[in-house]
């Protein structure tokens, strides 16, 4: 015993007498103590992202705020202590209407909505959005959870509701793929894979596992200065430390040290001797029996240093002397010249303008921060299990850190707490694996959210001259753009991201003439790389703005100029790709047309986003359908659920494709199972893993039929199939890459958009309308998330959203300073389905994570210039007032 008098309280009508430290947070007693995972720690303590809502005496209180010492004679109630038909009134009511996207922090919410509704039964739409204002969400875009809590609010009061009333919102975006067009799958709003559990916080992410006792923690030290030499790293007092039983540093890892997606540059901890390229450079990980005592000893380990002078401007590194990596600071120049002579056709021009475009470094502010947990397996191996985006990719850059063969690491997919990109790179995975490794012990290794913004790569911020021309009637003539990128320290996938800003320079239009250099430059910045739109925002939000200003120096008018020069078969892309079928620029168009003509201050902006990584690389997917029970089936596949609803497509295409009742299946992403495919990015899940299992199925509809299992209007008796394994792969080996002779075939794939913003007569933004081409609308509910959350982010990047770097070389730390965008400062957004089938796609679906993004800014621009005048080239934006509605 410690002396210390108990503290009393109860937890979900349990008596407690708490004696530990009294400073201890509840959030951290009821993870770590008491094993209750469905709150979460989003922030660290920051008390920002709500995700740890717990209901005390009554009322909402953030866990993580709140210290054991107060909690003498209080009631704490946690979701799994709430009534199991409230539970499931407040889950059914997040499910139906897609309110649930990663679901990370959706328990947060239904603990506020409980107190909400106990406080007020029968809230109006203003009273769910004050309520809810401070909580963050990074997928949905807040407009789906605010009618889950209507919806809500109406069941607990005893109303009638049917799951057709529960969903008005995805029967509203649903295109002519309905059940009964298709036998059943297609088209539907099925739930979500697993967002009940999601819901209640019961589906586990990657800290909400428990190996059982014996557990390590990790805890790395980072570099204090952007670039310095590395003289001394002192690790004696922190070995010393309580509860402390191993510092890692370079030399002990086995392999090679440094990881790279598609360079090896980045080093897992960087050696004495060496100098450090970031902030984020790890020096040292302490390994000990807590995570509080892995995290003083880090404190402890002393570093001493020659502080250089840091290289942070990308034109000065490409002038500069110091080469930040052997071979000089230019990572990647992506060139793309058609068309003739770019001097001449600007100068036969009959309208011309030029403008030069700033775009900011954002944060991906994903809830769930980067952990991993790894533990020995077999006799010289490692498993790990990853929230990162692509456990095969993990697999092999984890064998070659611990100079293990490939089948010696074991990397176990965990659904991610959102990613956006930002957790395509290897990061805490390689630290866990590294010490369960050497110490034969389970150990995890998560970050706090002040180390995740420090370590992962950001949004490039980006430098676009642009020089666009067109004709006398308004068709574009010529467009030449110049763009340097600041990809900071490491390569990342950097360098793919300039190609993708080079190769959608000329938007969703057709341009008879390109000359486009793009140039990725090291600096000692934090890294960028992937995040949603992979350098297509940047490049769109420049050259709308330029079409705009050749409207006002021609007159013509913004929607006809965009319809007459947008992409449709048999024009072409910014590299010279002739699109042959399946273009859905001028649908969209027409579909925000009536609106547009309606609306008396409005921007309008479209999108291209490309689908796969083509550029002469292969995308491809295996997958394997495996029928375990009668009522089981289980497809194992190689893409990450952070969100986007991957798992449900799989489902659905299969259940569609071999007759199957969706909730038949499972779904399971392990490397064991050698179901391979590369990263989750470039919007290409859906039609990837849906095209594998499409072969695949067609092998089981086979047997079924062939077997006589197929009763009309039955399901599929599968008993006498128990046991067999069916594999599928499917690829496209014939993009072209940027420099090959012949016929150009940049991608295999494409997504179209227009949106239009409009602003009330205030200059505030009223509502936005976007239309997006999906191809084939594979599941309403998830369509319409994906592209409202994909609005929400574009705004906030419009808008507000911003992560500079101070003259320390560190970022803002805190979730508060990165410019989120909040539940009510969100407008109103109406998504529209267009459907142009691809015919690549399964069942004519194209991807459509990205391109929700890649007008938005674009069309904010557009709407404050329609508003004021004023042509605004730097984002964020100024605007004439808040430029969002107010609450």
């Known amino acids: 015993m410690n002396g210390r008098t108990p503290v009393t309280f109860t937890l979900d009508g349990q008596a407690v007498a708490y004696t530990g430290d009294p400073r201890r947070t509840l959030l951290d007693w009821l993870r770590e103590e008491r094993g209750i995972t469905t709150v979460k720690d989003g922030c660290s303590g920051q008390g920002f992202c709500r995700a740890c809502t717990v209901e005390i005496d009554g009322r909402a209180k953030l866990a993580c705020l709140t210290a054991m010492k107060t909690l003498g004679g209080k009631s704490v109630t946690t979701l799994a202590g709430l009534p199991d038909a409230v539970r499931a009134i407040l889950a059914d009511a997040f499910v139906q209407h897609g309110a649930v996207q990663c679901g990370f922090c959706t328990p947060g919410y239904l603990a506020r909505t409980r107190v909400l509704l106990a406080e007020n039964p029968d809230p109006t739409r203003a009273d769910v959005e004050a309520a809810l204002r401070y909580h963050l969400c990074r ?3 807040y407009h789906a959870i605010v009618d889950a809590v209507l919806d809500a609010a109406a069941a607990l009061r005893g109303a009638a509701t049917t799951t057709k009333e529960a969903a008005p ?3 509203a975006v649903a295109g002519p793929h309905t059940a009964a067009a298709t036998g059943g799958a297609i088209g539907r709003s099925h739930p979500k894979y697993r967002a009940h559990l999601k819901a209640l916080g019961e589906d586990p992410f990657v800290d909400d596992l428990r190996l059982g006792a014996g557990v390590l923690h990790g805890a790395l030290r980072f570099s204090d200065h952007p670039r310095a030499r590395i003289l001394a790293i002192d690790t004696e007092r922190a070995a010393a430390m309580p509860g402390v039983v191993r510092v890692l540093l370079a030399a002990d890892v086995p392999g ?10 980045w080093p897992l901890l960087a050696a004495k001797g060496e100098t450090t390229r970031c902030v984020g450079d790890a020096l040292a990980l302490v390994v000990a029996t807590d995570r509080a005592q892995a995290r003083a000893a880090a404190a402890a380990i002393e570093v001493a240093y020659e502080v250089l002078e840091p290289v942070s401007d990308p034109a000065a590194a490409l002038a500069t002397a110091v080469h930040l990596h052997p071979g000089g600071n230019l990572l990647e120049e992506s060139v793309v010249r058609r068309g003739g002579d770019i001097d001449a056709a600007l100068a036969a021009s009959a309208f011309v303008t030029s403008g030069t475009f700033t775009t900011q470094r954002i944060e991906h502010a994903f809830l769930e921060v980067e952990a991993a947990l790894a533990r020995p397996w077999g006799d010289s191996g490692v498993e790990v299990f990853s929230g990162g985006q692509g456990v095969y990719v993990d697999r092999r850059q984890i064998a070659s850190l611990l100079a293990l063969r490939e089948r010696d690491v074991k ?17 805490v995975q390689g630290h866990a694996a590294l010490a369960a490794h050497l110490l034969r012990r389970p150990v995890k290794v998560k970050l706090d959210r002040a180390e995740s913004i420090r370590l992962h790569p950001k949004r490039h911020p980006l430098v676009l001259d642009y020089t666009v021309g067109c004709d006398k009637h308004g068709l574009l003539t010529a467009v030449r753009a110049r763009i340097l990128g600041d990809t900071g320290a490491y390569a990342s996938v950097g360098g793919k991201v300039l190609e993708r800003a080079a190769g959608h320079a000329t938007g969703a239009y057709h341009v008879p003439c390109v000359d486009v250099v793009a140039q990725a430059v090291y600096t000692n910045n934090l890294p960028c790389g992937a995040m949603r739109g992979f350098g297509v925002p940047q490049a769109t939000f420049a050259l709308e703005s330029c079409l705009d200003d050749l409207c006002a120096q021609g007159g013509f008018d913004r929607w006809q100029f965009r319809y007459d020069n947008a992409l449709a078969d048999g024009r ?13 620029v001028r649908a969209t168009l027409l579909a925000v047309k009536d609106e547009y003509e309606n609306a008396r201050w409005c921007g309008l902006a479209c999108g291209l986003k490309n689908c796969g990584i083509g550029n002469g690389q292969a995308d491809w997917c295996e997958v394997e359908i495996e029928i375990a029970a009668p009522e089981r089936v289980i497809v194992k596949h190689g893409w990450t659920e952070m969100g986007q609803g991957v798992h449900t497509v799989a489902r659905q295409v299969l259940a ?73 792969r499917w690829s496209f080996d014939r993009s072209t890459a940027p420099d090959a002779p012949g016929e150009v075939v940049t991608h295999y794939s494409y997504s179209y958009a227009t949106q239009l913003v409009i602003l009330d007569d205030r200059g505030e933004i009223a509502r936005v309308i976007a239309a997006h081409d999906a191809g084939c609308v594979i599941n309403p509910a998830l369509f319409r998330g994906q592209i409202q959350g994909s609005v929400h982010m574009g705004l906030g990047y419009a808008l507000s959203e911003n992560l500079p770097q101070h003259a320390s070389g560190l970022p803002p730390s805190r979730l508060q300073d990165l410019g989120l965008l909040p539940m009510d400062r969100t407008p109103p957004v109406e998504v529209i389905a267009v459907e142009v089938p691809d015919p690549l796609g399964p069942y004519g679906a194209k991807g459509v994570g990205e391109v929700g993004m890649v007008p938005t800014a674009a069309a904010v621009a557009a709407a404050l210039r329609c508003y004021d005048g004023r042509r605004r080239c730097e984002l964020p934006l100024a605007g004439p007032a808040t430029t969002t509605r107010t609450p």
């Open 139 to 141: 997928c949905t875009g």
């Open 169 to 171: 919102a995805a029967a």
């Open 256 to 265: 090679d040290r440094c990881t790279g997606l598609i360079r090896r540059d």
């Open 411 to 427: 990397v176990t997919q965990v659904a991610a707490g959102g990613a956006f990109g930002g957790k395509e790179d290897l990061s």
């Open 572 to 584: 072409l892309t910014a590299t010279g790709q002739v699109l042959r079928e399946g273009v859905g």
């Open 656 to 728: 569609e494709a071999a007759g199957l009742d969706p909730a038949r299946i499972e779904v399971v992403v392990c490397t064991a199972d050698e179901a391979e495919a590369g990263m989750t990015t470039s919007s290409r899940g859906t039609s990837l893993v849906g095209n594998a299992l499409l072969v695949a199925a067609a092998d089981l509809w086979r047997d079924i039929v062939d077997g006589g299992l197929a009763a009309p209007g039955a399901l599929p008796d599968l008993a006498p199939l128990v046991g067999r394994r069916y594999r599928g």
